[in-house]
């Protein structure tokens, strides 16, 4: 008697075959999900840190501001004194900062921080030229040396911390350090600077904000 070969598969070797099939399926789809996960946060951390090295780089700017009394500000003397060394506002701020050099010049530089257009947007960029004291605080970006630490910038703000009344009149209390959106005080720097950056990555937006002390010197 024969015997008759057998053809295709039996029910139950079909149904293992799908069983083996799907948990193949469900391993690849949790590696290719843990690996975008993997991406998405490398990208969000390295966005992160896009904004916060661009705060430590502003950070370090105005940290290093020092006061200086220049021949432009001592022919400019009225009778509330000279002008302020440190001119502050809400988006921009300029002033004389010691550097130690590297990427910049060494000694005393006249330094302008704030927000220009670059060739993709808005730019977080800093201008630098060594320190003339005929010069003072007026010299006009096209003179400056341009650098670039942020693009894609969606907002840069600035506020100050201080007493911005140098010496009271006959008659007035002395003003009391507070916060404010500008800083033009003829008195000296202020004594902290509060910095807010936000940009625009991976389709939403970064934000990063620090507080600086500046050394009274």
């Known amino acids: 008697m024969t015997q ?30 843990l690996g975008t ?12 840190d896009d904004v916060e ?13 020092y006061p200086v009394a220049t021949e432009q500000m001592q022919q400019q ?11 502050g506002s809400a988006n921009a701020a300029s002033f004389v900062a010691l550097s130690e050099g590297g990427a910049q010049w060494g000694g005393l530089i006249v330094t302008e921080i704030g927000v220009d257009a670059g060739a993709d ?9 060594p ?20 693009k894609d910038v969606a907002f840069f703000e600035l506020s100050y911390f201080g007493a911005q009344q140098a010496q009271p009149g006959f008659g007035q209390q002395p003003q009391p350090p507070a916060w404010s959106a500008a800083w033009a005080s003829r008195g000296g720097l202020p ?10 990555r991976l389709g939403r937006l970064v934000e990063a904000e620090a507080t600086v002390a500046i050394r009274q010197r």
Do not use: H, Q
């Open 37 to 48: 996960r993997a991406w998405d946060t490398t990208r969000a951390s390295d966005a992160l």
């Open 131 to 150: 320190y003339r004291p005929r010069e003072g605080l007026v010299i006009g970006r096209g003179a400056m040396k341009r650098t670039a630490i942020l």
């Open 53 to 65: 090295g661009a705060i430590r780089a502003a950070a370090g700017l105005i940290s290093r501001g």
């Open 191 to 200: 004594e902290l600077v509060r910095i807010r950056i936000g940009a625009n």
């Open 121 to 129: 947007g808005s730019e977080l960029a800093v201008w630098t030229k």
């Open 77 to 87: 003397f009225t009778a509330e004194g000279p002008p302020p060394p440190f001119a």
């Open 4 to 33: 008759r070969s057998r053809d295709g598969f039996t029910l139950l070797e079909l149904l293992l075959a799908i069983s083996i099939l799907s948990l193949i399926t469900v391993a690849i789809m949790g590696g290719i999900r």
